[in-house]
Structure formats: C-alpha cells, structure tokens
C-alpha cells in the first residue's frame, strides 16, 4: 500500500510546484541525466583519486560561471556554504560572517537564528544583516566589513543595485562576497543571480538544480582566492562520488544547449501574470512575485495568514501540491500550467464563498 501511495507521488508530479524543493529542473527521471547515470555505474561509483569526471564537471560549470577560475564539489548546499566561509576565514584572516538568511543547518549559520546548540565563541563571529535596501545595507553591513570575512547571501529577486553596491564595499574594505546561490544557481539564468544582476561575487555557491536532484553541490571561486587550500583544508570522501558528477555534466549541458530555462521562464511569467490577474479578479489581497522559475505567494496585507494556508489547502484538494515557493521545471508544459489556473480559479471561488478573505 505504501508503494503504492510513493509511485502515485511520481504520477502527481506535473501538477507539483515543489520540483523537490528547486533541485528538480528539467522533470522527475529526465531520461538524458538518468542514463548518463546508469551508463556511468557500470564503470564505478567512487575511486581513490579525482576521476576525468570530475575535471569534466568542473570544466562544465566553469563554462557557465565566467570569471571564475576553480570548484570545488562537496554533497549539500549547507556543506558548500561552509565550506566557502572557511576559505573566506582562510584567506582574510579574519573570523566574522556576516549572513543574511538560511545557508543551511551548521553552526556558523544557526548561531543567528535560533542557536540552540551553537556554542557561544560561534555566536560571536555571526551576525545577521539585512540587504532589503540600501539603506539597510549601510547601516548593518557597511560598518563591520573591515572587520568581516565575508558577507554570505542567498540573493533575492529585484535587488540588483542592492548587491553591486554591496560588491563594491566589500571589495573596498577586503571582506569577501558570497553568493548562496543554493536555489537559484541553474535556475534563474545558468550562471543565477550574480549573472543576471551582474554582480561581482568572490566565491558562488550552488547546490540544487545543478543535477536535476542528484546530489551535488559546488562552490566556484575567483583565481586569485586559490592559495586558500595551501591554507585550509576542504575534502569529502564523496565529494567527487561519479554517479553525481555524470548527472551534473549531463544536466548542464542539456539546460545550455536546449533553451530549457528560456522555455522554462516564458511559462512561468505566464503564470504569474494570469495568477496575479486571477488574484486581482477575486478582490484577494495575494499576489505571485519573483523570478519567473521560482517564484512566491504573498498576502499583501497582514494580519491574514489564514488566507494562505486556505489557497494551499484548496490547491492540494485539486491535485496541485506547493509550499511558499512556486517552482517550475521542464516538465511543467503549457497542459501543466493550464491545469494549475484551473485549480488557482477553482481554489479562489472555494475561498470567496467561505469568506475567509
Ligand atoms: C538558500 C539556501 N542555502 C542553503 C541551503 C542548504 O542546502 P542543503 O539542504 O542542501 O544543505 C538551502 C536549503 O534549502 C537554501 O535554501
């Protein structure tokens, strides 16, 4: 029965928004990336030393993030950040991480959120900022950055001016920028925000889309940030697993040569345009905003968290599982996006009718 029920989450997956939490960009099972998989376990999982995989996947990432000169491959998003905080640590000398957000469950992260179970010495080196606006930059970033390592952020939609202006102090003051491109990395354009934006970061991070939901992720850093590892060290027995490193190479190569994030952008700024048209229809105070390939609902006036939990809900009841973020993939065809307005109408009429708005 249970088997049952995981096989039918497979069958359900076109109308999902949750792509697995962004790793999923071109479908569930794409069948390029998968026999590039199966064709590689019959030469071996994992070996003693790098294998040519290895350097072809990094050559495959590096054709995509320009100016930058080395990777380094590792297994989570959370494990990337990290690591990239230690090199940054490594290189300026300095112990203070400036962060914005989530980057993952390791101490240097939790310390400023919750922090329970990160040691005290951890917090102290931590500390949260905000990069809404600029004056928010200037006044809890900008005057610590002589003291900071780095600044790590995992960049949102819309702040483009935001970010270049915070590159151009970090580099005046020495701190490193990180980019958490964790999520948007191979999502939102190949190279992610900071080339969208044209941000000059110092070290990216990326993680979920790059390997259709293998697990992999990878920091790219700047030529000059090498000697790093003369002066830290940053291994993992998987690190360079093969089965990964085929379905990265096989992935990439089919979202740069088969306009699968053009096409994949095109319907979902449909989407959000007949979303918010429907929203606006029904007089409810929601609204679908971001980028295109992943986007968020959000209630524009406070005080009415039910009314999101409410859409959920009704979504759900109409075959269209989501969480906060909407994400889309290849697999999501224009029948797909079709079938979510039905159900985003549908749902919207249930709403109206119970007065929950
Ligand atoms: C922006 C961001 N950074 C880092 C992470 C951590 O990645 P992982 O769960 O692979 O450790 C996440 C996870 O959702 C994330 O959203």
Redesign the pocket.
């Known amino acids: 029965m249970k088997i049952e029920k995981s096989i039918r989450c497979q069958d359900l997956f076109n109308n999902a928004l949750v792509c697995s ?2 790793p999923i960009i071109l479908g569930y099972c794409d069948e390029k990336v998968d026999a590039a998989v199966r064709r590689q376990m019959e030469k071996g999982v994992i070996f003693s030393m790098a294998s040519d995989l290895e350097l072809e996947a990094a050559e495959t990432l590096l054709s995509i993030f320009h100016g930058f000169g080395w990777v380094r491959f590792l ?7 990290s690591a990239a905080c230690r090199v940054a640590r490594a290189i300026t000398g300095r112990n203070l991480i400036l962060t914005e ?5 390791h101490d240097t ?1 939790f310390a400023v959120q919750q922090g329970n179970g990160v040691p005290e010495s951890i917090r102290q080196v931590s500390k949260f900022v905000s990069t809404k606006s600029l004056a928010e930059v200037s006044e809890s970033i900008v005057p610590h950055l002589n003291q900071a390592a780095a600044v790590i952020i ?1 960049p949102e939609y819309g702040r483009g001016e935001i970010y270049r202006y915070l590159s151009e102090k970090c580099h005046q003051t020495g701190a490193l920028l990180i980019f ?5 990395g191979c999502r939102v354009s190949l190279g992610g925000v900071q080339e969208l934006e044209r941000v000059r970061c110092d070290m990216v ?1 990326m ?2 889309a790059i390997a259709n939901g293998y ?1 992999v ?1 990878a920091i790219v850093g700047k030529e000059e940030l090498r000697s790093a590892f003369d002066q830290t060290i940053i291994t993992m027995t998987h690190g360079g697993e093969t089965l990964s490193m085929a379905a990265l190479v096989a992935t990439i190569t089919k979202l740069k040569h088969e306009k699968v994030l053009e096409r994949i952008a095109e319907r979902g700024r449909h989407l959000m345009a007949e979303t918010n048209r429907l929203f606006k229809d029904f007089g409810l105070p929601l609204a679908v905003e971001g980028f295109p390939a992943m986007m968020t609902v959000i209630i524009k006036e406070t005080g009415n968290n039910w009314l999101r939990e409410a859409l959920s809900q009704q979504l759900l009841s109409k075959g269209v599982f989501e969480r906060s973020r909407w994400f889309l993939c290849d697999a999501h065809r224009e029948a797909e996006i079709d079938k979510v307005l039905s159900a985003v109408e549908a749902a919207l009429k249930v709403i109206k009718r119970s007065g929950i708005d």
């Open positions: 939490l962004g297994k989570t998003g959370g494990d990337a950040c957000g989530y980057h993952g469950w992260f995992s958490d491109e964790v999520v948007t991070v993680a979920k697990p992720s």
